[in-house]
C-alpha cells in the first residue's frame, strides 16, 4: 500500500523559513516522480513544483511564485522527498500536500501538512 | 500557463440525480492530458479519471470523463451519498505548470 506521510508544518514568521518532507513507503520510491501541491485555506489547489526520478535527471520544476524561493529534493535512499520553503509570506499559508506523480497525474497523495506565515 | 475554469461553483442536486460539471481551457489541452480529482472536507485529493475520460483504480462506472480541446465534462450519472463533494479539473498536456481548475462543489440539496 503507498504510504505518503508529510511533516515539518507550522507557524513561522514572514521572512522566515521551513523545511518539509515527506516520507514514502510502499512503491519504488527511486523510480517516482514527485510533486507538491498546496491548499489556501478555503481555496483550491495549487501545484507547487517537482522533482523528476534521478534516471530521468533528477531536475526540478516550480510554480511562478515559489520559483527562486523553494527547493525540492528527494533522498532515495530514505525514501524521503523535502522541500526547503525561505523567504515565506503570508500568502505561503497553506496545507502543503505531496503526491506521486505519473505523467503529469497526481496517483496518490499524502495527508497534507498545514504551513502558518504570520507574525 | 493554461487556465482551466470550471462551471458551475457549486452544484446543488439530490441523490439518484445526474451531476454535469464542466472544464473548460484556455486554450487546447494537448492530448486530452486531463485529470480529475475528487476531494472531500479535511481529506487529500483522490484520483478519479485521467486522460480525459479513463477511470483510476477502484472508481465507480458511474463516473466518467469526457471531451477534447478546451471542452471537458465530468459526468456522475447517478448520486450517491458518498459523491458530495469537491470536484477539481487539472490539466498536464503543457506542463510545466501543471494547473488546476478552481473546482465545482458539489452538494446535497
Known amino acids: 500500500e503507498v504510504q505518503l506521510v508529510e511533516s515539518g508544518g507550522g507557524l513561522v514568521k514572514p521572512g522566515g523559513s521551513l523545511r518539509l518532507s515527506c516520507a514514502a513507503s510502499g512503491f519504488t520510491f527511486s523510480d517516482a516522480w514527485m510533486t507538491w501541491v498546496r491548499q489556501a485555506p478555503g481555496q483550491g489547489l495549487e501545484w507547487v513544483g517537482r522533482i523528476k526520478s534521478k534516471t530521468d535527471g533528477g531536475t526540478t520544476d516550480y510554480a511562478a511564485p515559489v520559483k527562486g524561493r523553494f527547493i525540492i529534493s528527494r533522498d532515495d535512499s530514505k525514501t524521503t522527498l523535502f522541500v526547503q520553503m525561505n523567504s515565506l509570506k503570508t500568502e505561503d499559508t497553506a496545507v502543503y500536500y505531496c503526491?506521486?506523480?505519473?505523467?503529469?497525474?497526481?496517483?496518490?497523495w499524502g495527508q497534507g501538512t498545514l504551513v502558518t506565515v504570520s507574525s | 500557463e493554461i487556465v482551466l475554469t470550471q462551471s458551475p461553483g457549486t452544484l446543488s442536486l439530490s441523490p439518484g440525480e445526474r451531476a454535469t460539471l464542466s472544464c473548460r481551457a484556455s486554450?487546447?489541452?494537448?492530448?486530452?492530458?486531463l485529470a480529475w480529482y475528487q476531494q472531500k472536507p479535511g481529506q487529500a485529493p483522490r484520483l478519479f479519471i485521467y486522460g480525459a475520460s479513463s477511470r483510476a483504480t477502484g472508481i465507480p462506472d458511474r463516473f466518467s470523463g469526457s471531451g477534447s480541446g478546451t471542452d471537458f465534462t465530468l459526468t456522475i450519472s447517478r448520486l450517491e451519498p458518498e459523491d458530495f463533494a469537491v470536484y477539481y479539473c487539472q490539466q498536464y498536456g503543457s506542463s510545466p505548470p501543471l494547473t488546476f481548475g478552481g473546482g465545482t462543489k458539489v452538494e446535497i440539496k
Open positions: 503526491a506521486t506523480e505519473f505523467g503529469g497525474v497526481m496517483t496518490f
Open positions: 486554450q487546447s489541452v494537448s492530448s486530452n492530458y
